[in-house]
């Protein structure tokens, strides 16, 4: 970590990776705790102090009192699963307002940016998504085309300002036949937006560039993971923002001169939410067995989630286009109990093998894996990686000769205490 610098922690597979609980382990190192993209589709898993925490939009250093939180403009954020998840928190003891600033600039999830999302999909039949149905995509696409309502607009002539964007959704969704009630929704969604008044609204460019030139830390937190960008992940399996490295610079308006750690998170196996191609998904006992015991189930949404060994070709990918420094690998006590340990390192695309990743991966992708003995231990209980039996330290060794990155952070059960920092 630097001084005056910017660390960015993201993920590295297909989201899920276990990034809030890795920010809240990391927090204490840093002055300033930001997320810079997604929405409340994001849920970030916190376990410490017999208490569990889901958080949507509020970022995960939340729980450490001395530090600033900010939701900077690369986030979507809807007042009233905001207004929820804000009183919850506070409702357990953690007071927000004097902690948590808001970016004018973070755009706004309406209610008929729901029922548009429900009616794309819709629409799209067998070739759906798998989005959340949370209204981040279409809001998304409001921004781009310039017709989005953002956080500032609810300090001047908000009704208004409102009332159009809303004109605007209604005649897309009549045009396409779709039928919907958001009474309940809006009233609710209004209430939320007096609840967000009560915040800190700022201008947070300038907020965190004068931080940083005050030689003060930041900690930004991705949400989703690379797999999933806009951009570099499995188009159009993806979500609607840029989940990389550089997402940061353009989500909270920092220059790149100031990035400092890059922190790839990835889980020992890899796991995947919705539809889309997944190479190495297992389909068995085995995969079945991986669900249950990662209880792999979505934060926000619920759903199963699709499991599998990992994939180093898309985590070499992954590394490349986020200039990862350094690893941090999740759920390792997850295949605590497997006699044997599988890693995809290659693909065989039409009948060729490459180490690189393809253009397109839904199609006639075998995955190449090296089998490595299990170690069979429980490590739930270990403090150092001195206990490791051997059998895990070579798993380790192998993953790095394979990503030619250091693996630094090791979790090994979900509580705040089971993570085990490497020399």
């Not at 990776?17 to 898993?45: C, I, M, S, W």
């Not at 908000?158 to 004109?167: E, G, I, L, S, V």
């Not at 539809?275 to 189930?297: C, M, N, Q, S, V």
Request: charged share 25%; aromatic share 8%.
């Amino acid at each position: 970590m630097n001084k005056g610098k910017v660390d960015v922690l993201l993920g590295l597979q297909w989201g899920d990776e276990g990034k809030g609980k890795v920010v809240d382990v990391l927090t204490p190192r840093y002055d300033v705790v930001a997320r810079f993209q997604g929405g409340p589709n994001a849920g970030h898993t916190l376990e410490f102090e017999g208490q569990k925490y889901v958080l949507r939009s509020i970022p995960s250093g939340i729980f450490q009192g001395d530090k600033v939180n900010v939701i900077g403009n690369g986030v979507v954020l809807a007042p009233d699963l905001f207004m929820d998840e804000a009183r919850a928190l506070e409702q357990s003891g953690h007071p927000l307002k004097e902690r948590l600033h808001i970016s004018k600039k973070a755009h706004l999830i309406m209610p008929t940016h729901r029922v548009l999302d429900a009616a794309y999909e819709a629409q799209k039949g067998k070739n759906r998504v798998g989005t959340t149905g949370k209204g981040i995509g279409p809001t998304y696409t409001d921004k781009v085309s310039r017709t989005g309502l953002r956080v500032g607009d609810i300090l001047e002539d908000f009704p208004q300002k409102y009332a159009a964007a809303k004109a605007r959704h209604e005649a897309i969704l009549q045009s396409l036949g779709f039928e919907y009630d958001i009474t309940e929704v809006e009233k609710r969604w209004m209430e939320g937006v007096e609840y967000l008044r009560q915040f800190p609204i700022v201008d947070s460019e300038h907020e965190l560039n004068k931080m940083l030139s005050q030689g003060k830390s930041v900690l930004c937190e991705g949400a989703q993971g690379t797999m999933l960008d806009v951009d570099f992940g499995s188009y159009p399996y993806v979500t609607s923002s840029n989940t990389i490295c550089a997402g940061a610079c353009t989500g909270l308006g920092i220059g790149p001169n100031r990035i400092g750690e890059v922190y790839g998170i990835m889980k020992a196996y890899c796991t995947r939410v919705g539809a889309g191609p997944f190479p190495t998904e297992l389909f068995d006992e085995t995969g079945k067995r991986i669900r249950d015991l990662g209880h792999e189930y979505g934060a926000v949404t619920g759903r199963e989630r699709r499991c599998g060994w990992i994939d180093l070709v898309a985590l070499r990918y992954s590394i490349m286009v986020n200039g990862v420094t350094k690893l941090i690998m999740m759920k390792s006590d997850v295949l605590d109990g497997f006699e044997t340990i599988k890693a995809c390192t290659a693909y065989k695309v039409n009948g060729k093998l490459t180490r690189d990743f393809p253009y397109d991966i839904e199609h006639d992708v075998v995955p190449i894996y090296s089998e490595l003995p299990g170690w069979m231990t429980d490590m739930t209980h270990f403090t150092s990686e001195e206990q490791f039996p051997q059998q895990f330290k070579d798993y380790i060794a192998f993953l790095e000769k394979e990503l030619e990155t250091p693996i630094t952070i090791i979790s090994i059960g979900p509580d705040r205490e089971q993570t085990i920092l490497r020399k």
